[in-house]
Nanobody, 122 residues
Framework: VQLQASGGGLVQAGGSLRLSCAAS????????MGWFRQAPGKEREFVAT????????SYADSVKGRFTISRDNAKNTVYLQMNGLEPEDTAVYYC????????????????WGQGTQVTVSS
């Protein structure tokens, strides 16, 4: 399983970015896809998850109402639309995959993308 994240960049506070995570190598009918982020000096933290077959979407409280996770099964791609970005959202964003069950814990995910940098200036 290979995951390729893209879409990061530099944006001013209040701006928007859309991250993409393209998956290849396996069928994803039973996979949960997650987005995590890691700021310098901090642990990797949960952002959002979505199941490939039924949605079952969850968000971290810090991003609810600002971020939207979605998927395009035909393209094996998961997106993270980030609106109302704040300097506190600055981090490397990672997509990840695991089988069957939702999880908010990075340790539960088996496959990881390489990360994409998001920097929000004030």
């Amino acid at each position: 399983v290979q995951l390729q994240a893209s879409g990061g960049g530099l944006v001013q506070a209040g701006g928007s970015l859309r991250l993409s995570c393209a998956a290849s190598g396996r069928t994803f009918g039973t996979y949960v896809m997650g987005w995590f982020r890691q700021a310098p000096g901090k642990e990797r933290e949960f952002v959002a998850t979505i199941r490939w077959n039924g949605g079952s979407i969850s968000y971290a409280d810090s991003v609810k109402g600002r971020f939207t996770i979605s998927r395009d099964n035909a393209k094996n791609t998961v997106y993270l639309q980030m609106n109302g970005l704040e300097p506190e959202d600055t981090a490397v964003y990672y997509c990840a995959a695991r089988r069957y069950l939702d999880s908010y814990y990075a340790r539960d995910y088996d496959y990881w993308g390489q990360g994409t940098q998001v920097t929000v200036s004030s």
